[in-house]
């Protein structure tokens, strides 16, 4: 059984070389992504404007193990492996006989799990030649994590930043420009796609979907500019695995392994980063382990989205991807988990969830800060808001084997810390935080003006 440790190091010389591609054991594979001008499936020349060909066949292929280049491995070492670390103290004050372990994604330069992704994508375009890149950002992680691997690796850096976010998270800000990004409000002057959002109302707070138009077009009309994206697309999930196959690692050291695996979920990039590598286990090994996505009641994607081909952005310049989705024109409510207010999800996550491998639920904001206190005041350490949807589900887990006297054993990733959350911490402390359910009629609208493709 678990040993009396808080915190399991892996050492350094036992780091995975290998990213995980859960395209290789699929039960049934994704849908094609289709080109959103002739409605046909994608080429990988249909990309190759604005992301290198290592990711382009990344994102296509279905190899299972794909080498970690030596150059990433080196960043990577900057900050990990990071602590697998055992949530005692919680535990204790749960009552709880579960054991709870945390991947501390948090301690990582940008405070979140996205340089694992960040750091690969500056690598690849470095190594095509690119000089710049751009990107859209929500609360700010991705940013500040994109900022940091172009630092580097010697690229320039522009990120369009969410405007409710660049109003609410100065800080952010600050932090990409320490890095040497250049940071506009979007929606910004810089695009076609911004200049209509602000003619069609200028006091919009913006949306991630809008801010993936604006970069994605700021790179198809530079040639020396790709775009990049934190999240949703396979690679990115593929640069996460780091995370869980890490986990695996860590759990042999203390012989232990989770009954469940839990995970916030936005387009899905932590969620499948520490949940891949036990899917590998349960669909070629049997194990009968529950792996969870924890989203907000506010922006409820998996457990009340359709399944169905979107677009990823406003304008409709991205591919259309299968995949469950609250429509490309939903506009989240401006609750404070920024990096969770995205109309769709990850094709793959989208996929696993259809074929009941994996299991989702949604949390309001209220239930998800109360449960990030109860973290923050056991363990110490403050968790993103994000993350705090995770935690929220890892505890009331641990509560229903208070109930059962079961001793499971339950694993969650801390996505990123709350450093540059403390105003919401703020308005949740002074008692002026309020719950928000995304209306219904509104989910169906939005629905409603689905491309008629697929
Ligand atoms: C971006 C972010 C998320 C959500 O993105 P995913 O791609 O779903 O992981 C969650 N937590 C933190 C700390 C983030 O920065």
Known sequence: ??????????????????????????????????????????KPEDLASIFPMALIEQEMSTERWIEIPEEVLETYRLWRPTPLVRARRLEEYLQTPARIYYKNEGVSPAGSHKPNTAVAQAYYNKQAGVKRLSTETGAGQWGSALAMACSQFGLECTVYMVKVSYNQKPYRRSLMEVYGAQVFASPSTQTAAGRKALEKNPDTLGSLGLAISEAVEDAASRSDTNYSLGSVLNHVLLHQTIIGLECQEQFKMVEDYPDVVIACCGGGSNFGGIGFPFLYDKIREGKETRIIAVEPEACPTLTKGTFTYDYGDVAALTPIINMYTLGHDFEPPGIHA????????????????????????????????????????????????????????????????????????????????????????????SGKMEDYEYPQELIEKSIASLPKFG
């Open 1 to 42: 059984m678990a040993s009396k440790e808080y915190r399991i190091y892996l050492p350094e010389r036992k780091m995975p070389r290998h990213w995980y591609n859960i395209q290789a054991d699929m039960p049934t594979p994704m849908q094609p992504p289709l080109n959103p001008s002739t409605g046909e499936p994608l």
């Open 338 to 429: 920024g990096g969770l207010r995205y109309h769709g999800g990850s094709p793959l996550i989208s996929q696993l969830y259809h074929d009941g491998l994996v299991e989702a639920r949604a949390y309001k904001q209220l239930s998800v800060f109360e449960a990030a206190l109860i973290f923050a005041r056991t363990e110490g350490n403050l968790p993103a808001p994000e993350s705090s949807h995770a935690i929220r589900a890892a505890i009331d887990i641990a509560l229903e084997c208070r109930e059962t006297g079961e001793p499971k054993t339950i694993l969650f990733n801390l996505s990123g810390h709350g450093h540059y959350d403390l105003s919401a911490y703020d308005l949740y402390l």
